[in-house]
């Protein structure tokens, strides 16, 4: 257990539907990450937060994409009108951005599977 | 990192045995390499992390070699325990231009880890 903890851990859904999951990071850890990986691949970079600020996104991140890091504390990543090729685990990570790398510390993923 | 494919490359070794898995990088800019365990259901573990000013770094069983000349890393793994299987990606980072980073990982094509008792 890193002490990042992500909810829910699974979640199936209909195509179309909107889905919101939650990321709660190490509670001191100012940058908080969100990353898709999809079978059999290496995660991919979604998004960053530096406390409430999001400062970088993906172009993977569609408009149907949507973060937020209301308090600088938890984040939640909500897709709306899912797809089938959403389907893949959502994986949250966090770490003390202080210097140039500070080790990221990840969750253990939302899976989300779109029928 | 490199893109991947569907298909992960394997490694199977037995129990004590030594095992090297190999990551190519693509980007020359890369300032900092992360190798990463995954086990099935789990997030990504870090495990060893090497810096572009390094071709050399030992931890406890485990040594990361960097070959900016190739765009090569790889992770060796000493006296391989059956609690190593797992997938086990390499990751990059780049400075941005003022010689900072925020911490956007790129990861490269895992590799499948089977230690056989």
């Known amino acids: 257990d890193t002490g990042v903890s992500q909810n829910p851990r699974h979640k199936i859904t209909k195509r179309g539907q909107n889905v919101t999951f939650r990321c709660d990071p190490i509670s001191e850890h100012n940058r908080l990450y969100w990353y898709r990986q999809t079978l059999g691949q290496g995660p991919e970079f979604l998004t960053y937060f530096q406390n409430e600020a999001q400062l970088e996104k993906s172009r993977l991140l569609s408009d149907r994409f949507s973060a937020e890091r209301p308090k600088g504390s938890f984040s939640t990543l909500e897709i709306q009108r899912t797809e089938q090729g959403d389907s893949a685990m959502y994986l949250c990570?966090?770490?003390?951005?202080?210097?140039?790398?500070?080790?990221?510390?990840f969750g253990p993923g939302t899976r989300l599977t779109v029928l | 990192g490199e893109s991947v494919g569907l298909h992960l490359p394997t490694l199977s070794v037995q129990e004590g045995d030594n095992s090297i898995i190999n990551c190519a990088y693509s980007n020359s800019a890369s300032d900092y390499f992360i190798w990463y365990k995954q086990e099935s259901g789990k997030g990504p573990q870090f495990i060893i992390d090497i810096r572009s000013n390094m071709d050399k770094r030992q931890g406890q069983r485990v040594t990361v070699l960097l070959n900016k000349t190739v765009k090569h890393l790889s992770l060796q793994i000493a006296a391989t325990q059956p609690g190593d299987s797992a997938v086990y990606f390499c990751a990059d980072l780049e400075a941005n231009a003022g010689g900072t980073s925020y911490g956007k990982l790129t990861f490269g094509q895992g590799t499948i880890l089977t230690v056989h008792p």
């Open positions: 990570a966090s770490s003390l951005g202080q210097t140039f790398y500070n080790e990221q510390f």
